[in-house]
């Protein structure tokens, strides 16, 4: 209790490092903090739906059919009609033929990672004599999310990190195992840099090696591929190996995680999963709002073009202006800076022009790799983009 107590004062001591902005209104991209108008460069509200009114007017007529929570597992008696409406769309978007819900994109990760390594011990229990002795093992991209990272090691199988993005490095540990069922994991769009997986060549290693792939496109969904359907839609790749992972709470503007996978790997799920379970979903409010941003994604794609339009825009006036970006093959562009201390100045800077940006820094990612995370959004206008580039080439003295 008291090094508990201890510990507690070590964190209070830090809060003041690590306040969060508590603006009054929702980024979309403009947001009201302390009476002021700022616009955010760090909302995943990609496309602005989470406060449009055609979503919000969907929302309110479920809230009123339904209530606000759905209280119970939905294998309890917490499902509703709603929800199997909106798996079958997410597996829709996704070409699989099935799709399971879950509160969080966070909690998918953690859930569904550990199920599909313990589905065979639990079936095991309960009578079921595999074909074979299986050995599961993860070959996972250094940088993918924490939720995957935590939801692996939850599975106890052995992991096997590569280096961001190298596949020499991944074939490598590919070949030395031997794992009978390996499932390579990799983000789609990496949150803190902005790079795109070379799912080409990824799907090829799996091929010859025959691993699962799973892919967690929560910075994809919604935003790349010609009609918005994510990282394989992008680059035009189905595949059976595929499992999707993605969240509704980014471009969609909403709360939850699913997969979409093939029909075995979903009933495996349904049933081994306790992330599925053992707890309630998002709310059946939410589940319809999501259904209307999935509409609105395709019949409003000048929300994309817009998002893309900014993206081009706000690039190409941060080159010309000789600033060096990460990476500038999604809206989420990084730009480079190096020492802490200068990362969060630049951050100030901003904020004092009423323009807010996350300073990535150590523990986010590795010391003197700090970068301002700037995330595009539809909304953004050019004034916005010129302000930025503005303000910086005056904090930089360029
Ligand atoms: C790559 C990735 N996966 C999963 C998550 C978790 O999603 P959610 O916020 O819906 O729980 C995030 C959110 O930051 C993410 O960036």
């Not at 599925?276 to 941003?293: I, K, M, N, R, Y």
Request: proline share 4%; hydrophobic share 45%.
């Amino acid at each position: 209790m008291k090094d508990l107590q201890e510990l507690g004062a070590w964190y209070a001591s830090r809060v003041n490092d690590h306040a969060m902005l508590v603006p009054s209104t929702l980024p979309d991209p403009r947001f009201l903090y302390d009476g002021r108008e700022f616009v955010s460069f760090s909302t995943n509200n990609y496309l602005a739906l989470a406060t449009s009114p055609r979503l919000k007017a969907r929302a309110h007529v479920a809230l009123e059919a339904y209530g606000v929570g759905n209280c119970e597992s939905r294998l309890l008696g917490g499902n509703l009609e709603l929800y199997d409406m909106l798996e079958a769309k997410l597996a829709e978007i996704k070409h699989k033929e099935s799709a399971v819900l879950f509160a969080t994109g966070y909690l998918t990760n953690l859930g569904v990672l550990p199920a599909l390594v313990k589905s065979t011990q639990l079936a095991r229990a309960f009578g079921y004599t595999p074909s074979a002795n299986w050995k599961h093992a993860f070959f996972t991209d250094e940088f993918n999310h924490l939720s995957i990272r935590e939801g692996i090691k939850a599975s106890g199988a052995p992991a096997f990190a590569f280096k961001h993005l190298d596949l020499n490095d991944l074939e490598q540990k590919l070949r030395a195992s031997q794992a009978a069922i390996k499932i390579i994991v990799t983000d789609g769009v990496f949150s803190q840099h902005g790079d795109v997986v070379p799912l080409p060549d990824l799907m090829a290693l799996a091929e010859l090696y025959d691993a699962v792939v799973y892919i967690d496109d929560a910075h994809g969904t919604g935003v790349l591929g010609p009609t918005g359907a994510g990282t394989t839609e992008f680059f035009g790749i189905d595949s059976p190996r595929i499992i999707h992972m993605g969240t509704l709470s980014k471009a969609y503007g909403c709360i939850g995680g699913f997969v979409a996978t093939e029909r075995y790997i979903a009933d495996i799920l349904r049933i081994a999963c306790s992330g599925f379970g053992f707890t309630s979903t998002l709310p059946p409010d939410q589940a319809a709002a999501v259904l209307e941003a999935i509409d609105m994604v395709q019949d409003e794609p000048e929300r994309r073009a817009r998002l893309w339009a900014n993206q081009r825009y706000f690039v190409t006036r941060m080159r010309d202006a000789g600033f060096t970006l990460l990476s500038t093959q999604t809206p989420i562009v990084p730009l480079h800076v190096g020492d802490e201390g200068e990362c969060s100045r630049l951050a100030a800077a901003l904020h004092a022009e009423g323009i807010h940006v996350d300073a990535i820094v150590f523990p986010a990612v590795g010391f003197g790799q700090s970068r301002l995370r700037f995330i595009m959004n539809a909304n953004h206008t050019t004034d916005d983009v010129d302000r930025v580039v503005s303000v910086l080439r005056h904090a930089t003295a360029r």
